[in-house]
């Protein structure tokens, strides 16, 4: 390889350094870039066996708001019997959900009230781990709004979720406000 060949495979690969977030995992379905890592603190990691640990408390209105969508961003398995939170209506989470995705959230200029809103994926497993589910039944859109979590299954169905978040361990109680003894509790995969 000649010199002006490998200054450019250097000036390339040194402008790959600055991507963030990067994926985790490969993109299953065409439509967004892939299951993100946020690149959380390993010692607050948490299993679905890992007893919660305190209650962050969060401010009122939008920095606490800012706060939610921070620590929600990334990827998370559903422990046992959570997936009943995402099943039947409005939420209707394929059968075969074994976590959920919250993408990076945007703000969309065509949205006249100009809210922030991100990407939800059901995820399903994979052959190398958890993979974005096929379909359209696999997505939805979320928003966080006045320290509530609210999920957009169609632009007429929506669901909503009160919010608990252990900071350390790192893990999240949602608790569907139609029922709230339908509790899922999320961990990082």
């Not at 209650?55 to 800012?66: F, N």
């Not at 957009?152 to 029922?179: H, M, N, Q, V």
Request: hydrophobic share 35%; proline share 11%.
């Amino acid at each position: 390889m000649n010199l002006p060949s490998t200054l450019a495979l250097a000036a390339l690969l040194s402008a790959c350094d600055h991507a963030a977030p990067a994926p985790r995992y490969p993109n299953q379905n065409g439509g967004s870039p892939g299951v993100y890592d946020t690149g959380q603190d390993p010692a607050c990691a948490a299993t679905c066996a890992t007893a919660p640990g305190p209650i962050l408390p969060y401010g009122h209105g939008s920095a606490g708001d800012a706060e939610l969508w921070a620590g929600l961003v990334g990827v998370w398995q559903i422990c046992d019997g959570g997936g009943a939170a995402f099943q039947g209506p409005p939420a209707d989470a394929p059968a075969d959900t074994i976590g959920v995705e919250f993408a990076p959230p945007v703000t969309s200029d065509s949205d006249p009230a100009g809210v922030t809103k991100g990407n939800l994926f059901f995820l399903t497993r994979g052959p190398s781990g958890p993979v974005r589910g096929a379909g359209f039944e696999y997505q939805q859109v979320y928003t966080i709004y006045g320290g509530v979590l609210k999920c957009f299954a169609t632009s007429s169905a929506t669901y909503d979720f009160g919010i608990k978040y252990s900071p350390c361990p790192r893990e999240w109680e949602l608790a569907p406000w139609s029922d709230s003894h339908r509790r899922a509790r999320l961990v990082p995969f």
